[in-house]
Nanobody, 117 residues
Framework: QVQLQESGPGLVKPSQTLSLTCTVS??????????WNWIRQPPGKGLEWMGV???????YYSPAHKSRTSISRDTSKNQFSLQLSSVTPEDTAVYYC?????????WGQGTQVTVSS
């Protein structure tokens, strides 16, 4: 059973950079044909895909946030990370890391990030 666990600060000040890490267990982030995503859900709104790190390390971002988003990975730790720069209160959300591919998906439990001074 693939397990994903998000970690990072729960409170970020406006204009700073939000940084989250997803630690993956019982699966390798380099396994062919799987992709590792960051998705968020602002309060009272639907799910929003932020971007993805594919098994080969290539990355793709939502056009809505591309200029502020970076996804990286550490294969030695089997982790991938999200950085979102110049945050505003509108970036307040529950952030999820997920795996997609192979006809099934796995999600972390999510972590609340609040942007506030």
């Amino acid at each position: 059973q693939v397990q994903l666990q998000e970690s990072g600060p729960g409170l970020v000040k406006p204009s700073q950079t939000l940084s989250l890490t997803c630690t993956v267990s019982d699966a390798s982030i380099t396994t062919n044909n799987y992709a590792w995503n960051w998705i968020r859900q602002p309060p009272g709104k639907g799910l929003e895909w932020m971007g993805v790190s594919a098994y080969d390390g290539s990355t793709y971002y939502s056009p809505a946030h591309k200029s502020r988003t970076s996804i990286s990975r550490d294969t030695s730790k089997n982790q991938f990370s999200l950085q979102l720069s110049s945050v505003t209160p509108e970036d307040t959300a529950v952030y999820y890391c997920t795996r997609s591919g192979g006809g099934e998906s796995y999600w972390g439990q999510g972590t609340q990030v609040t942007v506030s001074s």
